[in-house]
T-cell receptor, first 112, second 115 residues
């Protein structure tokens, strides 16, 4: 699996936007970009995923660079509940590759 | 609705013992995954099932680890002759299928401690 690089940690204040970066310079044309997050003492939960176009859902937005070598997860208004480890994962396209390969992720701290 | 459940939530055992960890996936989910997570690390893939069969077991660290899913629903991860290095949180996840857009739903994990 292609590798992703994320900052070890980031901090934000409550109700401010948060931009979590991810570099994936060796991404292949069929790799999807997935984001999961893991709240303390819980299993990971899906946040969002995309291939080429920017994506929005109720939790977040995903901005993908035109060359696809980087992406940014955007939390529009951080809450205390958003404090978690955020994982950027590349997942090979097609139906044969089910597993997720997690890196170290970014620890997000949200200050009240 | 009910999410992925795992039992037990905590398991303490002694080195050399055998343990079984159980996962109940979301009803109707055909794909089931096992991961393990050591302190301070991201989850590490172990094995996944599509239906009853293991589609990819490349993450199992050695032959002491084995998993089954006999009826395509509940799965059991079995660890023989446990070692202290097996201590970790074992996570189970399920998804509707195994394609690109199929998000994985994770359970709360089983914390295994080998003394």
């Amino acid at each position: 699996d292609a590798k992703t690089t994320q900052p070890n940690s980031m901090e934000s204040n409550e109700e401010e936007p948060v931009h979590l970066p991810c570099n994936h310079s060796t991404i292949s044309g069929t790799d999807y970009i997935h984001w999961y997050r893991q709240l303390p003492s819980q299993g990971p939960e899906y946040v969002i995923h995309g291939l080429t176009s920017n994506v929005n859902n109720r939790m977040a937005s995903l901005a993908i660079a035109e060359d696809r070598k980087s992406s940014t997860l955007i939390l529009h208004r951080a809450t205390l509940r958003d404090a978690a480890v955020y994982y950027c994962i590349l997942r090979a396209g097609g139906t044969s590759y089910g597993k997720l390969t997690f890196g170290q992720g970014t620890i997000l701290t949200v200050h009240p | 609705g009910a999410g992925v459940s795992q039992t037990p939530s905590n398991k303490v055992t002694e080195k050399g013992k055998y343990v079984e960890l159980r996962c109940d996936p979301i009803s109707g989910h055909t794909a089931l995954y096992w991961y393990r997570q050591s302190l301070g690390q991201g989850p590490e893939f172990l094995i996944y099932f599509q239906g009853t069969g293991a589609a990819d077991d490349s993450g199992l660290p050695n032959d002491r680890f084995f998993a089954v899913r006999p009826e395509g629903s509940v799965s059991t991860l079995k660890i023989q002759r446990t070692e202290r290095g097996d201590s970790a949180v074992y996570l189970c996840a399920s998804s509707l299928g195994q394609g690109d857009g199929n998000e994985q739903f994770f359970g709360p994990g089983t914390r295994l401690t080998v003394l």
